[in-house]
């Protein structure tokens, strides 16, 4: 779960390891305050969860403001949060768009800025909560992050909740999410001065104390020690074991594909729809036991470094430029570098790696030759395209079975293996 909340932190254009930060700030005061022990089980979900739904407003945050997703919602993150700071944010992201461009902007922001704002909230948050909940958090979590976005003194959104209304644990959480935020990019002392600063406003004025308190006592030099991880979790007690369960990383590996297939309309159920393939196709090519689950998982989070891609580009209906397609074919080698931290993903890494790697050696990202591709990353990359060719996408429409089964037979031997399109046919039975 760790390891994949890195992925969080690439959609929210946080550096890597932002979740895990937040979850140990939030521990520290949960600690201070006096809160029982048990408590620190939701604290550590809700923080490390807190962007589960942040991939699902990327689209419309790209659509309302103009600009890359995760630049906007990095920089908002230690911005103000009225119009004119969105409006400047989103301005000063496109210094090349000509004036009347920026003004026609400015005026669609006035006029449905803070309802659309308030609709793409609404959305991220419900989102968040609904992959918490199909993980396996309790409802005190899946309700604290719906309102982690809420502020002190009523003016946060989705809900304009005030004061005590807003859940404990959610104030908790946001303000070490801004304090790590700020010490990250402003350093120490401006995170402390912003804490300061926002108690009342943002923050419930009731831990600005306490956790200024620990800042004193070296709070923010902790984050870089090598056990923080090991604190981290620790609150997680004994779910750690009943967490490695097979049913249940597969429901986290699903509720991460989930994540990813939102982040663009266009993927819709992309990521499901292509493990359901390959899962059939692995079946009649006789896998079974850990490697037809490692296809199955491979298959879900093979596109997990989407996530890092921005909207900008993701859903682009022109021709990409050479530096976009560079940014493009990065995402393979971020799902590998993400899912390489997970002990037990070793396999799956390598299937997720390779979905775009062609036998004739010149797929991405690392030009692998046919020798290197297994037949579980052959399986993966085969389901993956057809999928793609038979749905809709920006630049054209979806194509019918036959005629994606008719173009990935002649490109067969040199981009995709052979045998394992021979298996493909019946596609409704086998992704049953
Ligand atoms: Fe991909
Ligand atoms: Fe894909």
Request: aromatic letters at 4%.
């Amino acid at each position: 779960m760790a390891a994949l909340s890195v992925a969080l932190d690439l959609t929210e254009g946080q550096r890597a390891g932002h979740a895990l930060h937040t979850a140990y700030l939030a521990l520290k005061l949960a600690d201070r305050i006096g809160l029982p022990q048990e408590t620190g089980r939701a604290v550590l979900y809700t923080a490390l969860l807190k962007d589960a739904g942040c991939s699902s407003n990327a689209a419309a945050v790209t659509r309302i403001f103009g600009i890359n997703d995760q630049e906007l919602k990095a920089r908002q993150s230690v911005a103000g949060r009225s119009m004119l700071a969105m409006a400047y944010l989103s301005i000063r992201s496109l210094p090349n768009e000509p004036l009347p461009l920026q003004l026609r902007r400015l005026i669609v922001l006035a006029l449905s800025g803070t309802r659309e704002r308030r609709a793409v909230e609404e959305l991220r948050c419900e989102r968040g909560a609904d992959i918490a909940r199909k993980i396996g958090c309790s409802d005190e979590v899946a309700q604290a992050i719906m309102d982690l976005h809420e502020h002190w003194d009523g003016r946060g959104l989705p809900r304009g909740l005030r004061g005590d209304a807003i859940p404990l644990l959610s104030r908790i959480v946001t303000i070490s999410a801004g304090l790590d935020i700020f010490a990250s990019v402003r350093g120490p002392a401006v995170a402390r001065q912003v804490v300061r600063e926002r108690s009342g406003s943002w923050y419930d004025p009731d831990l600005t104390a306490p956790l200024l308190e620990l800042c004193d006592g070296g709070l923010l030099d902790e984050l870089a020690s090598p056990s923080l991880k090991e604190y981290v979790f620790s609150a997680d007690g004994d779910r750690a074991i009943a967490f490695s369960d097979d049913a249940h990383i597969d429901r986290i590996a699903s509720a991460f594909a989930d994540i990813v297939d939102a982040k663009s309309p266009w993927t819709g159920r992309h990521s499901q729809r292509v493990a359901a393939i390959a899962e059939g196709l692995a079946r009649r090519l006789g896998l079974s036991g850990d490697r037809l689950r490692h296809v199955r998982i491979g298959a879900l989070l093979h596109d997990l470094g989407k996530l890092g891609v921005p909207n900008t580009i993701l859903d682009k209906t022109e021709p990409l430029a050479p530096e976009e397609w560079a940014v493009i074919k990065r995402h393979p080698q971020l799902s590998r570098e993400i899912l390489r931290q997970i002990e037990l993903f070793a396999a799956v890494a390598e299937i997720a790696a390779c979905h775009h790697e062609r036998l004739d050696g010149k797929g991405y990202f690392r030009g692998l030759s046919a020798e290197s591709l297994g037949l579980s990353a052959r399986v993966v990359a085969v389901a993956d395209v057809f999928e793609a060719m038979t749905s809709e996408r920006p630049y054209r429409p979806a194509m019918t079975e036959e005629r994606a089964l008719a173009i990935m037979r002649k490109s067969s031997g040199d981009h995709l293996a052979a045998e394992v399109i021979a298996a493909l046919s019946d596609v409704d039975s086998l992704a049953a």
